[in-house]
């Protein structure tokens, strides 16, 4: 296929919007992260040899399908991946839940020979126990608002048939034939703010480029994405490949790049291997390369593979990193919008803000703005992680609150344990506490109460989470992944470590606190890169938002949460405890003894604080004391 | 151009920072990784200043070794903020080399009298001000350089082996304001990063001059005669006078 024109463009999508209506079935199965650990890949195959024994004419490209023969197509992540490998079954639109291969005979001589919908392998809804069918049914979906994951989950990611079907590249057709400041215009209008942590305005970003003097500019997409635990760019770049393509071309048709590079960790094999065909299928069809559409537009792209440090996420150790040397930040005094990659004027923006330009341009700046608050328009993907009955990738629209995407979409807390924390923004994010539940997602309402936005990690703590603890993990991840080029960075957040260290070993003392919010300032005010400047986020949030905890670790020498080892006690409960021998078994060390319906026993000399027990105790027999 | 420094009015050139308009105006910032040869890197942080503009809707604290003036440009060295921090950063630095003259006289100056934290147990006394990477680099040996990230940081050979391209110079050991660099010299032999290099030794008077890869290096990238450094600077300069002596008497 070859698209020299833009009529030509315009005769592939209805070759290929004819096409996908004539497939008898569409099998979607979500090969996301998480259901690609949950053994997706083995149902996709399932599903191609079922279908095939069972004489349904069927294939793996959507290309080759249409005329009676049905797809089964491998997607990007579909959200649900608490409940995966999913499957979506086109049309009817019908999700099915924790697919086995075993469950894989069933659907096909079922559903797909037979209409029968299999109840078994619908999702439920936890609160009436009704089976859902489709998304529209599912609580988690219904509240949330697709812009930049629009195809995310739907399209077959390997195939630029089926994004042009689905309305692909029609944004860059509009682009073309824009004034690049007219785009740029429009962009700004349209309120984006960056998504890859800092929040900055994308159109005013791309001005500041446009208006540099230099040879030549660069585009690049930040695909670093190294908050542990989130993994919405990934879900991007495998999920919707085109889409990012797509964005970039925008962005280099208005700021007149030629060049685009696409940074991605090397952790992501499948986004870097998704990412290449999906590039290497536009410049085949003549959508990358030069004179583009016959608009005189010249525009390649490259994947560059970062070593996966957290650091080289930051814009000039990215640049730096990209060069071909160590990625280490530099002071950025002068903005690499003027001076960046190879020292010419560059805009780097993030996964998820590329994937929604197209979205502004194709359905304009007012639509896009239409959803969100005063400064902060649009939406923003997040991935809700920890402790909610609902975890996987969602996107929100902006003004949402806390409560609604944890409650509502999340479904709340698992096991009826209690909501403590909610830690936004990734590692260097805050930790924001119950009271802070009526927040909007919104970049300058988190930034105000101490946590931020961030990329979009949203982890879920109950109340067997220590904040102290928490704390120190987010210190022990920094400390490993700072440069280590500055020294309030790299000293400073060692010594916040010790000093928190010290506090839940049970050494602290009531200077500490003190000791360690005047050290916090002085790391954010003097670092040289972000990493340094947000490193003492998460203590000082969560000093701020859980004072009384860390007091009781330094005053009362004991762990509220019973997390932190070596100050805390298990006791069961005798009156509670029903003597299920439950935790007998459980308990590792064999530290608890007692008989069949008779209270139990932790003998506290051989326990190792592990709270394994608890965790499974079904009657909260197992105290903290 | 004209700036502002602690509300005096200075005068900076295009490309100046603001610490080398501070030094020309006689202004003292504290500095450590700063070298006026060399690449600034920015990695002390003892050189925090504030600095405002009349078009800029707030003050920012930024390194004055970094920062490139501008017309206008208000620079605040001494507030109560810049001193804290400095002495946030210097107090952490003492940490890690307690022994540092240099720091010791910098804390004496900032009023700091010991670190207020442990000394970490990783790593040695280097502060990673990365002086010696940067004069060995412009050496043009790149014998150094720096490796691993965060607190497991420090300056090495390449992959921690034999490193190749030293010439035994001592650049870097001399430039070190923690003297963390071991380098030991007996009257034949110098010993620098695992590599141990024999001495010119001087035809006069039998004094080690200069490393013979150092010679050898500095007579081919200097184009200086092959027989420089055939002798100490003592015994050049004793048989110069003997012939200016002849010659004038
Ligand atoms: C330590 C550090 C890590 C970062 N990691 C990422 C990352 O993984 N992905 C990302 O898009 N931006 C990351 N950023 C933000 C980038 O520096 C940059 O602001 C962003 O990519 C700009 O794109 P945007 O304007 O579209 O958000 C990081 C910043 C810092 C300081
Ligand atoms: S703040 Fe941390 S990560 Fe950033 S340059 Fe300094 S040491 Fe490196
Ligand atoms: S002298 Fe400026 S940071 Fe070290």
Redesign the interface.
């Known amino acids: 296929m070859r698209i020299s024109t833009i009529e030509q463009l315009d005769e592939q999508r209805r070759r290929f919007a004819a096409l996908e209506q004539e497939i008898p079935w569409q099998v979607k199965v979500c090969s996301g992260s998480g259901c690609i650990a949950a053994g997706a890949a083995a149902v996709h195959d399932a599903f191609v040899k079922e279908m095939a024994a069972a004489g349904i004419s069927a294939s793996t490209s959507f290309e080759q399908c249409g005329g009676g023969t049905s797809l089964v197509a491998k997607t990007g992540c579909q959200g649900l991946c608490q409940a995966g490998p999913l499957v979506t079954v086109q049309p009817g639109g019908i999700v099915y839940t924790r697919v086995r291969t075993k469950d894989v005979p069933l659907i096909v001589t079922e559903t797909l020979q037979k209409g029968v919908v299999l109840e078994s392998l619908l999702y439920r809804n936890p609160n009436t126990g009704e089976p859902c069918r489709t998304r529209e049914d599912i609580p988690f979906y219904v509240h949330q608002k697709f812009v930049a994951l629009e195809g995310c989950g739907i399209v077959a990611a390997d195939s630029l048939g089926h994004y042009l079907a689905r309305g692909g590249f029609r944004a860059l057709v509009h682009a073309l034939a824009m004034d690049p400041i007219a785009i740029i215009d429009e962009v700004e209008k349209s309120g984006l703010r960056g998504k890859g942590g800092g929040g900055f305005p994308t159109g005013r970003k791309w001005r500041t480029c446009v208006n540099a003097d230099g040879d030549e500019r660069f585009i690049v997409c930040n695909g670093d994405e190294g908050d542990p635990g989130a993994f919405m760019d990934c879900a991007l770049m495998e999920g919707d490949p085109f889409r990012i393509i797509e964005g970039m071309m925008i962005g280099g048709r208005a700021i007149g790049a030629k060049r685009g590079f696409i940074y991605v960790r090397h952790e992501y094999p499948r986004a870097v291997q998704r990412l290449q065909s999906a590039i290497d299928q536009c410049v085949d069809a003549g959508l990358l390369g030069t004179d583009i559409l016959c608009s005189g537009f010249d525009f390649q792209l490259r994947i560059v593979r970062g070593g996966g440090a957290f650091v080289c996420g930051e814009s000039s150790a990215l640049m730096r990193s990209i060069e071909g040397f160590p990625g280490e930040p530099r002071s950025k005094y002068i903005r690499s919008t003027e001076k960046g990659l190879f020292n010419q004027p560059t805009v780097l923006n993030n996964v998820e803000t590329f994937a929604s330009i197209p979205a502004v341009i194709r359905d304009g700046a007012y639509a896009f703005a239409s959803v969100g608050t005063g400064r902060s328009k649009g939406t923003k993907a997040f991935c809700l992680a920890g402790r909610v009955n609902h975890t996987g990738l969602v996107e929100v629209p902006m003004g949402m609150t806390l409560r609604e995407v944890i409650f509502g979409i999340g479904g709340g807390v698992p096991n009826g344990r209690r909501f403590k924390a909610v830690q936004t923004g990734g590692p260097s994010g805050g930790c924001l506490g119950e009271a802070h539940l009526d927040l909007r997602v919104d970049f300058d309402e988190l930034s105000a109460a101490g946590s931020m936005m961030g990329s979009g990690g949203m982890i879920v703590m109950d109340d067997y989470s220590c904040m102290v603890d928490v704390s120190r993990y987010f210190l022990k991840f920094l400390m490993g992944e700072s440069c280590g080029k500055c020294v309030p960075c790299r000293e400073g957040l060692f010594q916040l470590f010790e000093i928190v260290d010290g506090i839940a070993r049970g050494n602290g003392t009531r200077k500490d606190l003190e000791r360690i919010e005047k050290l916090g300032h002085a790391i954010a005010l003097s670092s040289l890169c972000g990493l340094g400047k947000s490193g003492p986020n998460p203590v000082l949030s969560a000093i701020a938002n859980f004072r009384e905890e860390f007091e009781a670790h330094i005053v009362g020498r004991k762990c509220p949460a019973g997390v932190c080892r070596e100050l805390t006690t298990f006791q069961i409960d005798p009156h509670r405890c029903t003597g299920c021998m439950k935790c007998r078994r459980v308990c590792p060390v064999n530290a608890i003894s007692g008989e069949k319906k008779k209270p139990h026993h932790i003998d506290t000399a051989l326990c190792t604080r592990c709270g394994a027990c608890r965790l499974e105790c079904d009657d909260e027999a197992i105290a903290v004391v | 151009m004209k700036i502002t420094i602690d509300g005096k009015k200075v005068e900076a050139k295009r490309w100046d920072t603001v610490l080398t308009a501070a030094r020309r105006a006689g202004i003292a910032i504290p500095s450590l990784c700063q070298l006026d040869s060399l690449e600034n890197?920015?990695?002390?942080?003892l050189c925090?200043v504030e600095v405002n503009h009349p078009h800029w809707r707030g003050a920012k604290?930024?390194?004055a070794c970094?920062?490139?003036v501008e017309s206008g440009l208000e620079v605040i060295t001494t507030s109560e903020?810049v001193l804290?921090?400095r002495r946030?950063?210097l107090d952490?630095?003492l940490?890690?080399a307690p022994e540092s003259r240099r720091l010791q006289q910098m804390s004496a100056e900032m009023g700091l009298e010991q670190s207020?934290?442990?000394r970490?147990d990783k790593g040695t006394a280097c502060?990673?001000c990365m002086l010696c990477t940067r004069v060995c680099e412009k050496l043009g040996c790149n014998a150094i350089a720096?490796a691993?990230?965060?607190?497991?940081?420090r300056i090495d050979t390449p992959f921690g082996g034999y490193p190749d391209t030293c010439i035994g110079c001592g650049a870097c050991a001399a430039i070190c304001p923690v003297d963390c660099i071991e380098m030991t010299d007996t009257a034949k032999t110098r010993t620098i990063w695992g590599r141990t290099f024999e001495f010119v030794k001087c035809a006069e008077c039998g004094t080690p001059v200069i490393t013979v890869e150092y010679r050898d290096y500095a007579i081919a990238h200097r184009s200086l005669p092959a027989d420089y450094y055939n002798e100490c600077s003592d015994c050049k300069r004793r048989k110069l006078a003997v012939k200016f002596a002849k010659v004038g008497g």
Do not use: F, S
């Open positions: 890197v920015g990695a002390c942080r925090m604290l930024v390194t970094e920062y490139p903020e804290r921090l946030a950063n952490l630095l940490a890690r207020g934290y442990v970490p502060i990673l720096p691993g990230r965060g607190l497991d940081k």
